[in-house]
């Protein structure tokens, strides 16, 4: 599986973004989809996942309530909105393919990650 993550960029405090990871050479059906972030100087850490089904959800504390995952199987893509954007939400967002079962705040261990897309948000 190859991941390529885009639609990151420089916005404002309050404004939305969507990212999106679109999956080649293999489907993506069949694993959880998951989004990280790793802003300057710190380790990289859990935003969202998906599960295969799109029936289970996860976020971080910090981004529930304002960022929302979402997957289309028939376009092999897995998206992230993210509204309400704060300051502290700049980083590099990478999304990542996992079987078998989905991350835990200690196990970011991925089959498979995309190459990250930019967000920085400005005050």
């Known amino acids: 599986v190859q991941l390529q993550a885009s639609g990151g960029g420089l916005v404002q405090a309050g404004d939305s973004l969507r990212l999106s990871c679109v999956g080649s050479?293999?489907?993506?059906?069949?694993?959880?989809m998951g989004w990280f972030r790793q802003a300057p100087g710190k380790e990289r850490e859990f935003v969202s996942s998906?599960?295969?089904?799109?029936?289970?959800?996860a976020y971080a504390d910090s981004v529930k309530g304002r960022f929302t995952i979402s997957r289309e199987s028939a376009k092999n893509t897995v998206y992230l909105q993210m509204n309400s954007l704060k300051p502290e939400d700049t980083a590099v967002y990478y999304c990542?393919?996992?079987?078998?079962?989905?991350?835990?705040?200690?196990?970011?261990?991925?089959?498979?990650w995309g190459q990250g897309t930019q967000v920085t948000v400005s005050s």
């Open positions: 990542a393919a996992r079987s078998g079962s989905s991350w835990s705040s200690t196990d970011l261990r991925s089959d498979y």
């Open positions: 050479r293999r489907t993506l059906s069949t694993y959880y």
């Open positions: 998906i599960s295969w089904s799109g029936r289970g959800t």
